[in-house]
């Protein structure tokens, strides 16, 4: 299956700081990175979509002016969380559609904590 | 109601049991399945992928698909202490590159030596 690799895996931030998260596609040109966020005990959350070149899609409830997502380039996406405050703790995952669409390759993960 | 529905567990069983894992979904239009599993703090890895009812066997692994009664099942024999994880099923509508993954709750399998 195509790589997706994340960076960092873990942050510990203080409260009001920003955080950039990082994804990288390495062995696949990625149009579409998808954003997820995952509390503890609970299943994956759809933040937003990205697209290379163009504006993200953000999933209703999610502030798109708090979680600002860039997709400059066909292997690189990246999600900032900007005044992160300590609700913000959680494992954000990126994933990318396979080669046909019908399925998604997820990167290992970035646990943020604010403190 | 969710549109994807996955007992969370906790489920225990022995080294070597035979774990039938199971989600149902009411959206008819869902026609991609997929099994990941997640070990703790890390991403989900895809165990299996089906398309069309049936199934679909990988080694130890066994992905079950019953559109008529919208059931999903994942079998897995001769279970070992490293399959203790999470399984998550997941389903899509279509194979257009963008296609929105929805999830179960995952659930959570400790198999014991």
């Known amino acids: 299956g195509a790589v997706v690799s994340q960076h960092p895996s873990w942050v510990i931030c203080k409260s009001g700081t920003s955080v950039k998260i990082e994804c990288r596609s390495l062995d696949f040109q990625a149009t579409t990175m998808f954003w997820y966020r995952q509390f503890p005990k609970q299943s994956l959350m759809l933040m937003a979509t990205s697209n290379e070149g163009s504006k993200a899609t953000y999933e209703q409830g999610v502030e798109k002016d708090k979680f600002l997502i860039n997709h400059a380039s066909l292997t690189l996406s990246t999600l900032t969380v900007t005044s992160a405050h300590p609700e913000d703790s959680s494992f954000y995952i990126c994933s990318s559609p396979s080669g046909g669409g019908e399925t998604q390759y997820f990167g290992p993960g970035t646990r943020l904590l604010v403190l | ?113």
Do not use: H
């Not at chain 2, 165990?47 to 080694?59: A, F, R, V």
């Open chain 2, 1 to 113: 109601q969710k549109e994807v529905e996955q007992d969370p567990g906790p489920l225990s069983v022995p080294e070597g049991a035979i774990v039938s894992l199971n989600c149902t979904y009411s959206n008819s239009a869902f026609q991609y399945f997929m099994w990941y599993r997640q070990y703790s703090r890390k991403g989900p890895e895809l165990l299996m992928y089906t398309y069309s009812s049936g199934n679909k066997e990988d080694g130890r692994f066994t992905a079950q698909v019953d559109k008529s009664s919208k059931y999903i099942s994942l079998f897995i024999r001769d279970s070992q202490p490293s399959d203790s994880a999470t399984y998550l099923c997941a389903m899509s509508v279509g194979e257009t590159s963008g296609s929105r993954l929805t999830f179960g709750e995952g659930t959570q399998l400790t198999v014991n030596p």
